[in-house]
């Protein structure tokens, strides 16, 4: 715990962090989370990554991960959709639920998960393809349209939703990987969406784009919040402030501090906390 006397003067913006107050009061008490994780730690041979970490996720909130890096955010993150059963050598323990169900129990369909549970990368990643054919992949494989004509709707109301539809209406036969990079970003967000899917997952989605494609993509997290659960891993705490309403403090593999983000940025409960949203270290 901080001490009393000490001046506290936080990084990020408080008028941003004060906007996120009004937005709590449509949370209803008492409503269940869309994920939760209880005690969730991650080894990678004998190595620790993370240390019991604990945390809800609401489908009317978006989530922040927030700390230093290497501090053990993405590797939570991707636990969330098993993406750490790629690496050979991950091991997770402790319990992950989504809607209830285990996420790691051996009845439970990856794939399937991997729809639920959607990811947008660091790096936007199209996929050499048309940017019909990158939204319309995953619905396609999934078996979500009937015919050409429904599989049309699923791409324009991606598309719409990801806010690009007016940029490339007129290309959609054109290669992804010709748009810019924050088009393309908006394109992976498409492509995850165009699954239906019930919580997306980004992991730093702005650190690779320029200002005016960040704005862009921090409007897209407001408009999306509410049809979606939203997590996401942010090295930019003012952009925490600015999407979040939930904040995850990680350090060392530790998760620190969670609350809601107003909280967290003016009154923090731990000193690691203080520390690191007034800038002395990380």
């Known amino acids: ?18 906007k996120q107050d009004k937005t709590e009061e449509r949370a209803a008490p008492g409503r269940k989370p869309k994920m939760l994780t209880r005690d969730v730690s991650v080894f990678y041979g004998e190595k620790q990554a993370l240390k019991d970490v604990s945390i809800e996720i609401y489908d009317d909130l978006v989530t922040a991960f927030i700390g230093p890096s290497g501090c053990g955010k993405s590797t939570f993150l991707r636990c969330l959709n098993r993406m750490n059963d790629t690496i050979p050598s991950a091991r997770v323990t402790g319990t992950i639920e989504l809607d209830g169900e285990d996420v790691n129990a051996s009845a439970m369909d990856v794939v399937q998960l991997r729809a639920r549970v959607g990811m947008v990368f660091q790096k936007p990643n199209p996929f050499p393809k048309s940017i019909f054919e990158n939204v319309a992949y995953g619905p396609r494989i999934h078996g979500l349209a009937s015919g050409k ?103 060392l593999g530790e998760l620190v501090e969670y609350g809601k983000t107003s909280e967290i940025f003016t009154n923090p409960k731990r000193q690691r906390t203080t520390d690191y949203i007034t800038g002395r270290y990380g």
């Open 1 to 18: 715990m901080r001490e009393e006397t000490e001046a506290f003067e936080p990084k990020a913006d408080v008028a941003e962090v004060t």
């Open 149 to 251: 004509p429904e599989l049309e709707q699923i791409v324009e109301k991606s598309l719409k939703r990801a806010g690009l539809w007016e940029e490339v209406k007129d290309r959609l036969q054109e290669s992804g990987t010709a748009l810019s990079g924050g088009q393309q970003q908006r394109l992976c967000i498409a492509r995850a969406i165009a699954v239906d899917p019930e919580v997306i997952l980004m992991d730093e989605p702005c650190s690779a784009l320029d200002p005016i494609a960040t704005a862009k993509i921090e409007e897209l997290i407001h408009e999306l919040r509410g049809r979606y659960a939203i997590a996401i891993v942010t090295h930019n705490m003012q952009q925490a402030a600015r999407v979040s309403q939930r904040t995850a403090f990680f350090h």
